[in-house]
Structures are given as structure tokens and as C-alpha cells.
């Protein structure tokens, strides 16, 4: 059974993967128009999987007894300046919900909640992982400068099946 306290934090982690859903979404969309079929595909992908633990939260809750709530999310942005910013944007993004999962382990230690606590293990590791492969990229724009983004599009997604993603 989960603590009104935990159960209410889990359920704005569900709100916050629903919106790095949808603000990877209006980003793949936003790099589809502009030319980035590689850059898009790679954003596509992550929008799936940032709902893909949204459900996974939503599973949780519910299984432990609390009521998962789904709210209204708030819209992304619908233009970006360039591909460099966008992929800052994203790192700034996964630092964020890295401090929102860390939040949420320090209230379930709180609480003496260890089940729950255990369960969001795989979240952290995912957290390590996703600021890994978004630097990874920051440090390949970075070495390419703005000038050979045809490149980068086209090996983007090689970048991703190295071995710098899990799929939950
Ligand atoms: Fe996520
Ligand atoms: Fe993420």
C-alpha cells in the first residue's frame, strides 16, 4: 500500500514522462519538417519510451493499491532554434527528471516505503543512461560544429543502438 504522500509524488512523475513524451514528439516533428529525417527518428524513439514509463508508472501506482490520475499536460514548445539548442534543451530536460526520481527515492526513504523505493532503481539507472547518450551527442555537435549536420543526422541512430539506450 503506498503512503498519500508517495503516491501523490508518483503520480506527478507520471505527468512529467507524459511531457517528456510529448515534448520529444513536437521536437521529432519540429526536425521531421526542417530536414532531420535521422534527428527526428532518434526523437520519435524517445518519445515512445518516455511513455513507455508513464505506463510504467501508471502500472505501479495502480498495482500498489493508489489510483493513478491522469491529467492534462501542458503543450512543448513547437519551434526550436537550431539542433544544437534542441539537444541542450533535451539534457536540461533528463537533469530535471533525474532531480524529480532522486525526490521521489528521498520521500519513499522518508517514509520507510523500501518497496517502492527498490521499484524506482531501474528509473535512476535509466536517468544515468539517458544523460550519458544525450552528452554523447552534445559532445558530437559540439567536436562537428554547425556545418556537417547532414552527417550527424545520418549517424544518429547508430549512436543509439551502441549501446547508450535502454528500452523499457
Ligand atoms: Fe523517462
Ligand atoms: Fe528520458
Redesign the pocket.
Known amino acids: 500500500m503506498l503512503s498519500t504522500k508517495v503516491e501523490e509524488l508518483l503520480n506527478t512523475q507520471v505527468e512529467k514522462e507524459g511531457y ?1 513524451s510529448l515534448l520529444y514528439l513536437s521536437m521529432a516533428s519540429w526536425a521531421e519538417t526542417k530536414g532531420y529525417p535521422g534527428i527526428s527518428q532518434w526523437l520519435y524513439a ?1 518519445a515512445d ?2 511513455k513507455n ?1 508513464m505506463l510504467e508508472f501508471i502500472h505501479y501506482i495502480n498495482d500498489r493499491g493508489g489510483k493513478a490520475l491522469i491529467s492534462g499536460l501542458k503543450k512543448p514548445p513547437e519551434t526550436y532554434r537550431g539542433i544544437k539548442q534542441l539537444f541542450n534543451d533535451v539534457m536540461s530536460h ?1 537533469q530535471f ?1 533525474s532531480a524529480s526520481i532522486n525526490d521521489i527515492v528521498g520521500l519513499c526513504v522518508q517514509e520507510k516505503d523500501f518497496t517502492t523505493q527498490n521499484w524506482l532503481q531501474s528509473f535512476v539507472a535509466e536517468q544515468i543512461e ?1 544523460e550519458a547518450s544525450v552528452q554523447a551527442i552534445l559532445d558530437r555537435l559540439n567536436l562537428i560544429g554547425d556545418n556537417n549536420l547532414y552527417m550527424f543526422d545520418r549517424d544518429i541512430m547508430s549512436m543509439r543502438s551502441s549501446g547508450t539506450e535502454s528500452d523499457e
Open positions: 517528456s524517445q519510451e518516455e514509463h533528463e527528471i539517458e
